[in-house]
C-alpha cells in the first residue's frame, strides 16, 4: 500500500505499490490553469518556445498595454497554457505603489531578478484553476502550507493566492466568479487574467499539443517534500518508483507521484540516489539549478507523430534538441510488447522520430524527452499520448483516465541511459579542454 502521513515515509517500490484513490482533495481542483515561466527576457523566450512548441502568442501584458512593472506574454495550444514574465526597470514603479501596473499583482522584482540570478530560465508558478482559490489558499496554510501571496481579487472577477511548493516554485491557485462567462469568452482579460489583452494571429501555428499532463519537480528530500505538499493539498499518490525500479547500473532515482482526486492534476517528485558509479542526474540536476525546482513538463499530443515531426524539422534552428533515440534493438522487440495497440507502421514511426513506448494494465504510453531547453542542464520537455483508458462521464461525454499508460517505467532506463551519454559528451569535452590546458 501506499504510505500514510501519521507512519514513517516509505518507498515500496513499483510492484508493490497499490493504487488507491481516497478523494481526499482538501478543495475542489479543477484542472491545470498555466505555467509560469521566470525569465529576464519574455520577448526573446516566448518566441523560442512559441516556434518550438507550436503554441501561437495569444495575449500579452507589457508597457503597450499600460504594464511598466512587468513584461508577460501568453503561449496557448488547445488547453496548454505557458507565461513568460521578465521584470521592467523598478525605477519605473511608483514607490508608494510598486505593483500598481502589474497585471499578476503576485509578481515581485527583487523575487524575480534573485530567481534568474539564481536559476537560470525556469518555472516559477504552477496554476491549478480551482472552485475557490480564497478556500484553496486558506485549507493549505491550514494544513501547513508556506504562504507566498495572500488571496487578491482582480476586477471583482478572478482570484489569485499562491503557496510555496518547494524550492522558489509556487503553486498558485486561480478561480473565477463565473467559470461559465470565462470559457466563452475569446477575451483574454476574462479567461486568462485581467489586464491582458489579445496579440492577432500572424500565421497559423499547431503542431497538436493539447494540454499539461504533469510537472515533475527535483527536490533534495522525497519524504519531507511530499508529506509537505500531500498534506496541504490532500492530493493522493497515484505511483511510485525507487531507483531499483527505475534506474540503471550507474545512476538512479526515487519518485512518488501526487494526484487530485480526478487524476488530472498530477505533481511527480524526484529525489536522487548517493551511492552509484555515476552522479544521478537529479543531483546534477540541484547543482545546477541551486535546489530544488521543475524539472521536466509533460506535454499532451492528440497526435504525438505530427507533434515530432513538426518539431524535428525546427531542431537546431531554433526549436528543441532531442535526447538520442534508444538502439534499434529496442524497436526490435517493440512489437512483442506493443503490437496489439500500434499498428507496424506506428512501431517504424516510433524509431523514426525516436519515440519511446511503455504500458500499464490500463493503457499505452508514446514518450520522447528534449534535451534540457536552456544554458543549465536543467529543465526539459517531454512530448506524451496516452492510448486508452476511455471513460463517459454523467454528462455522457468521453474523456481519458488520468495518468493512462503510466508514466514511463520500462523507459526509465532507456532516458538515464541517454542523459548519461549526453553527460559523458560533456565530460569528454572538459577532459580534452583541461588537458590542452
Known amino acids: 500500500m501506499g504510505h500514510d502521513t501519521d507512519t514513517q515515509f516509505k518507498l515500496v517500490g513499483f510492484s508493490n505499490f497499490v493504487r488507491t484513490n481516497p478523494r481526499s482533495d482538501r478543495f475542489n481542483v479543477n484542472r491545470f490553469h498555466h505555467i509560469e515561466f521566470w525569465c529576464t527576457d519574455a520577448t526573446n523566450c516566448a518566441l523560442r518556445f512559441s516556434w518550438g512548441l507550436g503554441m501561437p502568442m495569444v495575449a500579452k501584458s507589457d508597457l503597450?498595454?499600460?504594464?511598466?512593472?512587468?513584461?508577460?506574454?501568453?503561449?496557448?495550444?488547445?488547453?496548454?497554457?505557458?507565461l513568460f514574465t521578465a521584470p521592467y526597470s523598478p525605477t519605473l514603479a511608483d514607490p508608494a505603489r510598486p505593483n500598481s501596473t502589474a497585471s499578476i499583482p503576485t509578481f515581485d522584482h527583487s523575487a524575480s531578478r534573485a530567481f534568474s540570478a539564481k536559476h537560470g530560465l525556469g518555472v516559477r508558478a504552477i496554476a491549478i484553476q480551482v472552485q475557490d482559490a480564497e478556500l484553496a489558499f486558506n485549507a493549505s496554510v491550514s494544513h501547513g502550507a508556506k504562504s507566498s501571496a495572500q488571496p487578491i481579487l482582480l476586477d471583482n472577477r478572478v482570484t489569485i493566492a499562491?503557496?510555496?511548493?518547494?524550492?522558489?516554485?509556487?503553486?498558485?491557485?486561480?478561480?473565477?466568479?463565473?467559470?461559465?462567462?470565462?470559457?466563452?469568452?475569446?477575451?483574454?482579460?476574462?479567461?486568462?487574467?485581467?489586464?491582458?489583452?489579445?496579440?492577432?494571429?500572424?500565421?497559423?501555428?499547431?503542431?497538436?499539443?493539447?494540454?499539461l499532463d504533469h510537472a515533475v519537480g527535483n527536490v533534495?528530500?522525497?519524504?519531507?517534500?511530499?508529506?509537505?505538499?500531500?498534506?496541504?493539498?490532500?492530493?493522493?499518490?497515484?505511483?511510485?518508483?525507487?531507483?531499483?525500479?527505475?534506474?540503471?547500473?550507474?545512476?538512479?532515482?526515487?519518485?512518488?507521484?501526487?494526484?487530485?482526486?480526478?487524476?488530472?492534476?498530477?505533481?511527480?517528485?524526484?529525489?536522487?540516489?548517493?551511492?552509484?558509479?555515476?552522479?544521478?542526474?537529479?543531483?546534477?540536476?540541484?547543482?545546477?539549478?541551486?535546489?530544488?525546482?521543475?524539472?521536466?513538463?509533460?506535454?499532451?499530443?492528440?497526435?504525438?507523430?505530427?507533434?515530432?515531426?513538426?518539431?524535428?524539422?525546427r531542431s537546431g534552428i531554433g526549436g528543441f534538441e532531442f535526447m538520442p533515440s534508444p538502439p534499434p534493438t529496442y524497436y526490435g522487440n517493440l512489437k512483442k510488447r506493443a503490437g496489439d495497440v500500434l499498428t507496424d507502421e506506428q512501431i517504424n514511426e516510433c524509431e523514426?522520430?525516436?519515440?519511446?513506448?511503455?504500458?500499464?494494465?490500463?493503457?499505452?504510453?508514446?514518450?520522447?524527452?528534449?534535451?534540457?531547453?536552456g544554458d543549465r542542464p536543467t529543465i526539459f520537455v517531454e512530448i506524451i499520448q496516452r492510448v486508452g483508458c476511455m471513460l463517459k462521464n454523467e454528462e455522457g461525454k468521453v474523456y481519458q483516465k488520468g495518468g493512462c499508460g503510466g508514466f514511463g517505467k520500462g523507459n526509465f532506463s532507456e532516458l538515464f541511459k541517454s542523459i548519461e551519454e549526453y553527460e559523458k559528451t560533456l565530460?569528454?569535452?572538459?577532459?580534452?579542454?583541461?588537458?590542452a590546458a
Do not use: C
Not at 65 to 75: D, E, I, K, R, V
Not at 357 to 368: A, E, H, N, S
Open 162 to 211: 499562491e503557496v510555496h511548493l518547494y524550492g522558489d516554485v509556487v503553486l498558485r491557485y486561480i478561480s473565477y466568479k463565473d467559470p461559465a462567462a470565462q470559457l466563452s469568452d475569446p477575451n483574454p482579460d476574462s479567461w486568462f487574467l485581467p489586464g491582458f489583452e489579445p496579440v492577432p494571429a500572424s500565421f497559423p501555428l499547431d503542431f497538436g499539443l493539447r494540454r
Open 220 to 313: 533534495d528530500n522525497l519524504s519531507a517534500a511530499v508529506e509537505y505538499v500531500k498534506g496541504f493539498t490532500g492530493f493522493h499518490e497515484f505511483a511510485e518508483f525507487t531507483a531499483e525500479d527505475v534506474g540503471t547500473s550507474e545512476s538512479g532515482l526515487n519518485s512518488v507521484v501526487l494526484a487530485s482526486n480526478e487524476e488530472t492534476v498530477l505533481l511527480p517528485m524526484n529525489e536522487p540516489v548517493y551511492g552509484t558509479k555515476r552522479k544521478s542526474q537529479i543531483q546534477t540536476y540541484l547543482e545546477h539549478n541551486e535546489g530544488a525546482g521543475v524539472q521536466h513538463l509533460a506535454l499532451v499530443s492528440g497526435d504525438i507523430f505530427r507533434t515530432l515531426r513538426e518539431m524535428r524539422q
Open 352 to 373: 523514426e522520430l525516436g519515440i519511446l513506448v511503455d504500458r500499464d494494465d490500463q493503457g499505452t504510453l508514446l514518450q520522447i524527452f528534449t534535451k534540457p531547453v
Open 64 to 82: 503597450s498595454t499600460g504594464n511598466q512593472t512587468h513584461a508577460s506574454y501568453l503561449l496557448r495550444s488547445g488547453d496548454l497554457s505557458f
Open 427 to 435: 565530460e569528454a569535452r572538459q577532459i580534452v579542454e583541461s588537458a
